[in-house]
């Protein structure tokens, strides 16, 4: 059976592709969300969009997504504020990624700290819409229990104690 996926998008990012593009970049929403379900798609795994300016309607997004295997959250500057969104996220069962087109450590301090990093599994930034790629591989690793691929230890350089 397919699994869903609940896509979210927060306030602003509607404005993708002309907003601040020497941040964001020129794609779309429509596009990322294209991008996004192209690699779901190859995992037999269909991403579901909701786009909102509003944070109650993110939250309810969250509560309703009982039927999905995964959430994919670009907040927004809810990020940096929403602790609403938080424990919504944190009531959730499945797997939660964070995405970021910016990398905000980079930016100004107000976006330093994600209420939603501790409550998600894992967080991808900075990567512009290859974040959202990256996001759905992580979804379906994470989600079929995949073992990350064994390290070959013959290609591992040891370290000494001490020599940092
Ligand atoms: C963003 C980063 C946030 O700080 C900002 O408020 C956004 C976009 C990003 O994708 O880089 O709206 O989430």
Redesign the pocket.
Known sequence: MTRQVLLLS????DRLGTRSPE??GTATLAEHVARASAVAAGHDLEVRHLQSNFEGDLIEAVRDAGDCAAVVI????L??TSWALADALAAFEGVVVE??????AA?EPF?HLSTLASVADGSI?GFGGLGYELALEAVARLIDDQPTPPVDQSTVIARPPGDR
Not at 99 to 104: A, G, I, Y
Request: net charge positive; proline share 10%.
């Open positions: 927060g306030p602003n990012l941040i964001y670009n907040a927004g500057a990020t940096h995405v970021h087109l910016s990398n905000p930016r976006r930034a």
